[in-house]
């Protein structure tokens, strides 16, 4: 009687190296931008500490607390003081004109580290 050797045929590798082939070939492009998709969310990010950074000044302010700083619109200096630690390095604040106490005002974050930058909106609540 002839023992038969166990393992896989030539035929059965080539052929499972074509099918990752393929499949590398369909799920590359899918994972090659995730750069724009990464300084997306990082301005979201920015962009939401920020928000939440102006509700927290705004309480503290009308609560008479001393470190509460006036914020009259959206000035790149002014939201950098709000952070802890500053802004981070290569994100700008534009837009959303002046506003009175109390109001809210729609500020464009700008993450300027990526290409193209990336843009995301925070909501700012002015202290007057």
């Not at 369909?26 to 939401?48: I, K, M, N, T, Y």
């Not at 001393?66 to 009259?72: F, H, N, P, Q, V």
Request: glycine share 14%.
């Amino acid at each position: 009687m002839r023992s038969r050797e166990a393992g896989f045929t030539l035929i059965e590798l080539v052929v499972v190296i074509v099918i990752l082939g393929i499949l590398s070939a369909v799920a590359l492009p899918r994972f090659v931008d995730l750069s724009g998709q990464a300084g997306r969310a990082a301005a979201q990010g920015v962009a939401g500490s920020i928000s939440s950074a102006t509700s927290i000044n705004y309480a503290a302010r009308k609560a008479g607390h001393g470190s509460a700083i006036a914020i009259g619109g959206c000035a790149t200096a002014t939201m950098s003081t709000l952070l802890a630690g500053g802004l981070p390095s290569g994100f700008t604040f534009t837009g959303g004109g002046t506003c009175t106490d109390g109001q809210t005002t729609a500020c464009a974050v700008t993450n300027n580290n990526v290409t193209p930058a990336q843009i995301a909106s925070a909501v700012v609540l002015c202290v007057n």
